[in-house]
């Protein structure tokens, strides 16, 4: 009988930040249109390396696992991409997956993204298509005429548009 | 029957155990409590599906092929009471708009 298929995954772990980092490479069987999650799903489901040694679960950050979000982004053979969109079957092996090296390591593949986020709330790096605020189109105002438009029935419409031309 | 078997697995999550007991950043730990609760819901799910007997959306029954606006048209509502499930319904608003069948077969 031909041997199943075998995929093999070098993993860097790190217990914590200030532990020091080790590689366990893992065995998995093969599926089809298999990609990095499910490999470090199978891992989970069965966590001992090639040589036999128990092991504990990778700690990794996932979400929407179709290659919008970006939580899953990894070093796989040094590149930086997403490990859902990252298939088996397009990649060298063994597969090498890493954290992200730009970030502060939290557990195996888990970073710390928050000085990302918080970059991105300082340039305000979205469109504002929903909130608090009416954003119903309304007349974009000057403030010479605001009092007016306030007295007017148009208001509110014309405050907010004009809160958001000034943003 | 579909319950009992979720009924097992229910029973089966008191004697769980953790393939990591690290103390730090600890995912299966996590997956671990909110399973319990994604038993909970499973059961609650398949309760209601096993009530309705008709077919509606993405509920489909084979032996209830259609549906059927005479008897079910409710939302199901669910209650978690001394560890099981209790079914109660409450009516449809269809004051502004008449329910009508929804065709995927035909073009409107």
Known sequence: MAESKQVIVKVKRQAGPKESALWEEFSLKWRPSMNVIICLRDIAENPVTRDGKKTTPISYDSNCLEEICGSCAMLINGRARM???????????????????????VRDLTVDRQ????SLKRVKAWIPIDGHTILAKGRACHPKFRKKAIRSRTALPAETAWRFARK | MADGKIRTLQERYKKINLSDRTKWSNQT???????????????????????????????????????????????????WVS??????????????????????DAAK
Not at chain 1, 89 to 100: H, N, S, T, V
Not at chain 2, 38 to 63: C, F, Q, W
């Open chain 1, 83 to 105: 490990a859902c969109s990252a298939l088996v079957d397009k990649l060298e092996q063994p597969i090498r997956i890493e954290p992200m090296s730009k970030f502060p390591l």
């Open chain 1, 115 to 118: 000085f990302m986020f918080e």
């Open chain 2, 29 to 79: 730990l996590n997956f671990a409590r909110e399973l319990e609760n994604m038993i909970v819901l499973a059961r609650v799910i398949t309760r209601g599906a096993l009530a309705r007997n008709e077919s509606r959306g993405a509920h489909y029954k084979p032996d209830f092929p259609d549906r059927d606006d005479a008897n079910w048209l409710k939302t199901t509502r669910a209650k």
């Open chain 2, 83 to 104: 560890n099981d499930v209790q079914l109660t319904y409450e009516p449809v608003d269809i004051s502004l708009i008449k329910p009508r069948p929804r065709r995927y």
